[in-house]
């Protein structure tokens, strides 16, 4: 019987929820769910949750992690999720590893996520699995800055990039775009003729801070490529295409990475601000195979790893399908992304099996059809898209 700890960090910790914006938080609940439940349909898996109290209290109402026909039992775990307390968790009375595996799941803001995993994978007391990407390159996904020369040495076509300091992104955002008719910007030309950019934490989750702005691209041209690493804002001009990502599943040193099918997403924008509704699976066939390739190329520079990892892309018809332009990587998520809701939705396997390597280098089965997903967690099934 295997013994697996999940945590989501916003709905284990007080202080962190009550910060929490209420889409992010939906987010959060919305993940815990679908990972959980899959992790309880598996055999020989006990599964304990950790929650705050008043996250258990508000699941407990819900019974949305209660155990069900087909699934092993769920534990309520009551506790605090913090680094300092992490390893001490993570023991049991007689002071052995009381789990044989932990998943953490925590946004990239303020180097939590980072961490929590090296509480847990550098403490050689506790000799139990990570179910999440190594510390060391969560921290280099966990910087917007340090994630765009990371693709630019793996060959990987990005957005470019400069940091800003506080006082420069407080002038910026004087220019938030605040143009109705320009929140639908979709073609190149307009964007440029506009002088568009994309101003966001430089170690923001999600759409959380996201701003569009006006810039003269000149201004943009002149910032130095990193001109401190103190600088907490990242400035990239603004490239319109069709909003994607896709997912991986680490298979270890065992067997290669599993390729998830790209998704497209629920962008919206409003008043200069950019908020996230969650996608589709899959997306457009003609979306999909301009995106292969590309995920190849992370999949390869990912390398070997354990959990799951997401990108976010842009798509551009602008370009050639064979153009470096036509797929750019805006951002990658070292950890649980909210579009496993709509895996979970579409596959016909339990990708439990995947985070646990226990799927034998086989590829997940899809049911018909495309899954559209929200970001708290609701799902609809519909046709398949058309070529």
Known sequence: MSRILVAEFLLANSEASRCAAPSMLEEAEAMLRAVVTDFARL??????VLLSAKAAARFAK???????????????????LQPDTLATMLRDESKQAA??????????CDGVLVSLLKAVQESAAL??????????????????RMTDAWLQRHGIASIPTRTINDATAAVIQGQLLRNTVMEKVTDLHRATTEQLAVLK??????????RIVRIDQRLFEDLPQQSSDDDRWILQP??????????????????????LLPASQNIRMSNGRMSYHGGEIPC?????????????????????FNGYVGADLLVDFCFREDSTGSVRVVEINPRLCTSYVGY????????????????????????????????????????????
């Open 238 to 259: 603004y490239m319109p295409g069709a909003a994607c990502s896709v997912g991986f599943i680490g298979g270890g040193e065992r067997v290669p990475t599993t390729i």
């Open 43 to 48: 055999q020989d898996v006990d599964v304990t």
């Open 284 to 304: 457009e066939p003609a979306i999909a195979s301009r995106i292969a390739p590309v995920a190849a190329q992370i999949a390869v520079a990912l390398g070997a």
């Open 127 to 144: 000799p139990l699995r990570s179910l999440n990407l190594d510390w060391r390159l969560a921290a280099i996904f966990a910087d917007k």
């Open 62 to 80: 819900s019974h949305t992690l209660s155990a069900r026909k087909g699934r092993n039992e769920i534990i309520s775990q009551r506790g605090e």
């Open 344 to 387: 979970q939705a579409l596959a016909e396997d339990n990708l439990a099996a995947w985070l646990l390597q226990q799927h034998h280098g086989k590829s997940p089965r899809w049911k018909r059809g495309v899954v559209t997903f929200s970001a708290n967690g609701e799902t609809c099934s519909g046709p398949a898209p058309t070529l």
């Open 99 to 108: 789990f044989d595996a932990v998943l953490l799941i925590a946004p990239e």
């Open 201 to 210: 934490p430089r170690d923001g989750a999600g759409a959380e801070g996201v």
